[in-house]
């Protein structure tokens, strides 16, 4: 996939990053620890692809906004777990950690600034759908 598409198709971007999870947690130690951090590094390492999909098909801009949550509660998770993974020294592949906690922290910034812009203009809505409201009852007095 060229850089530009990744850049600008998040449904993309997010099963990608579901897929490195995905091998990250395959190469984790198969101890207790690992199968443990690898179980729930899977749960929430790879949701927010599917959860982003749900709010591209959200019922209103509220279920949108609550759908995008979700996402971005499941990559802070994951943020957490994969810097747990880095200073236990689990994996060996430093670089390949490193990148995807990068893209994890770049994913986190894009739903936080998409869920800010969803409520700025969940707001706007709001304050002219009773503007409109206000004006009508204001005309109908002078009827």
């Known amino acids: 996939m060229s850089k530009d598409k990744r850049t600008f198709d998040l449904e993309d971007r997010l099963i990608d990053f579901a897929i490195q999870i995905i091998q990250l947690a395959e190469s984790l130690p198969k101890t207790k620890v690992g199968k443990h951090i690898a179980g729930q ?9 599917p959860n982003y ?6 019922e209103s801009r509220s ?8 996402s971005l509660k499941e990559l802070r998770e994951t ?7 880095e200073r236990a020294k689990l994996i060996k592949a430093v670089l390949k ?6 893209e994890n922290n ?7 600034t998409s869920i800010n812009t969803a409520k700025r203009n969940k707001k706007k809505l ?3 759908i ?3 409201r206000y004006s009508a009852a204001r005309c109908s007095n002078y009827v």
Request: proline share 2%; hydrophobic share 55%; glycine share 4%.
């Open 79 to 85: 943020r957490v777990w994969l810097i747990m993974i």
């Open 106 to 112: 770049e994913l986190i910034s894009i739903f936080v």
């Open 41 to 49: 590094l899977i749960r929430c390492g790879t949701s927010p692809a």
């Open 130 to 132: 009773f503007l409109v």
């Open 53 to 58: 999909g749900e709010a591209q098909s959200a």
């Open 97 to 102: 950690l490193e990148s995807l906690v990068k």
């Open 63 to 70: 279920d949108f906004i609550h759908k995008m949550e979700i």
């Open 126 to 128: 709001h304050n002219s």
